[in-house]
């Protein structure tokens, strides 16, 4: 038998086979500790002209906190067909099919 990709065909031999266990290696030692990482919140800063057009942006308050209520709840209804079509929107502008 051969094995013409990985032997450039030469006879391929069987592994023995022995019914001693493997020996299991010994423990490791622990490592040096690893350098603790500082870990911080992103932050987000507006330009003064978005936080000027926030100040006089006009909005229904009301419609928000239904929204924002449902949300929380777990009742915001979901169309997963406009999902699914916004996108194979998004994937054409990507990738312009």
Known sequence: MTDAISQ???PVTPATVS?????????EAPAAEAPKI???A???VL????????SSAEF???LVS???TAIAEGNYP???????????????MIYGK
């Open 60 to 62: 229904d308050e009301v």
């Open 42 to 44: 992103d932050e987000f």
């Open 78 to 92: 979901v169309d997963a067909k406009k999902v699914a079509e916004k996108f194979v929107a998004l994937e054409s």
């Open 19 to 27: 019914a001693e266990k493997p020996k299991q290696a010994a423990p």
């Open 8 to 10: 450039l065909n030469k």
């Open 38 to 40: 500082e870990r911080r």
């Open 66 to 68: 239904r929204i924002k």
């Open 47 to 54: 330009s003064a002209q978005a936080e000027k057009e926030l």
